[in-house]
């Protein structure tokens, strides 16, 4: 009896130090990388962890009994999660418990909303559907001083940390707190400087954005801009009337090259040849460079510009419009050459 009872306890020890031995000292990784990332959605069970791990894993089985045995089966967290080659399956459940990896999310140069959406959408885990109802919430964008047209006024493109399991909702109150904390009493003074509020500043912004991709240009062409606001003067900004025309006919894929009456004579609340002062929104996400160039333009007597067609990107500018059209006839000329339509 004694041997049988020495015997089960060697049997049983044998199998606590198998299994000790299978989740702290084995690696219970199948891949040859230096590591690979999991996604485990919000609300995910176990055996939706299962799931995703599987693959990854020599052995599913003592991954899982270890996972109950640590009591994370009954607890799995959503995230974003590292696993290094080699990691016992010990290792691995920590990870998944303790170690939510924050994703490095970045924006910019998005046109509208809905491109916006998209953009987050690849780097966290609600949908662009689910982003666009946080976005244009209508309480959200009342208590806070916005509207549709005004909306993408709160995203200041830079680089941000976010959790990839982060909700649509806490997403954009994040950004709006960063739009608080980027408009300081210093930038607001100098909008009011300007006569502009804040979303007005941006969406001059976003004007000067569309209007040169050359930074070292834009207090330039905010200067020509805000010159043309405080005399009472049509923006007539060619950008206005090309995102007019897209909004018109519902088509933002379209691509204008050149405009012409076609589009600078359509009635729209963004085209800027038929309409007094700012259009109703923003065209475009302006970078930090455009809103900065609108609070701080460059001080000249300029009215006109028009695209140098020897500095390719850059612009000439005009204090009349004799002047300018002088300038303008030399571009045409060169895109009737050039063929642009």
């Known amino acids: 009896m004694k041997k049988w009872i020495i015997g089960a306890v060697i049997a049983a020890v044998a199998v606590v130090g198998f299994f000790i031995y299978r989740a702290v000292l084995v690696g219970n990784t199948a891949f040859q990388t230096k590591e690979e990332i999991v996604y485990i959605p919000t609300g995910a069970d176990f055996s939706e962890v299962l799931h995703v791990m599987s693959p990854l894993l020599k052995d599913p089985t003592s991954f899982t009994q270890v996972a109950k045995r640590m009591g994370y089966a009954d607890k799995v967290k959503a995230g974003k999660y590292i696993i290094k080659k080699g990691a016992t399956n010990i290792d691995i459940v920590r990870t998944l418990r303790n170690r939510n990896t924050p994703v490095k999310l970045k924006f910019n140069n998005q046109e509208r909303l809905e491109d916006f959406a998209g953009r987050i959408a690849a780097q966290i885990e609600p949908d662009s559907a689910t982003l666009m109802r946080a976005f244009l919430n209508p309480n959200f964008l009342k208590e806070n001083g916005f509207t549709d047209a005004t909306a993408l006024a709160m995203y200041i493109p830079n680089t941000y940390e976010f959790y990839w399991n982060t909700s649509a909702e806490d997403f954009r109150d994040r950004m709006l707190k960063e739009y608080e904390r980027f408009w300081t009493p210093e930038r607001k003074a100098l909008a009011q400087k300007q006569d502009l509020t804040p979303i007005g500043v941006s969406i001059l912004a976003s004007i000067v954005q569309k209007e040169t991709a050359k930074v070292d240009e834009r207090p330039r062409i905010a200067g020509v801009y805000l010159n043309r606001l405080h005399s009472n003067m049509m923006l007539q900004a060619d950008p206005t009337a090309i995102f007019g025309y897209k909004n018109h006919l519902n088509d933002y894929t379209l691509v204008v090259k050149r405009v012409t ?81």
């Not at 007597?301 to 390719?312: K, L, P």
């Not at 850059?314 to 045409?332: G, I």
Request: charged share 20%; hydrophobic share 30%; aromatic share 16%.
């Open 261 to 341: 009456g076609l589009h600078t004579s359509l009635e729209n609340p963004y085209n800027t040849y038929k309409n007094y002062g700012l259009p109703i929104g923003l065209i475009s996400m302006p970078d930090i460079s455009s809103i900065e160039a609108v609070l701080n333009p460059e001080q000249h007597d300029y009215f006109f510009f028009a695209a140098d067609t020897e500095n390719f990107g850059y612009h000439k500018f005009s204090r009349t419009f004799l002047q300018h059209s002088q300038e303008a006839k030399k571009y045409h000329k060169w895109a009737d050459e050039k063929g642009v339509k």
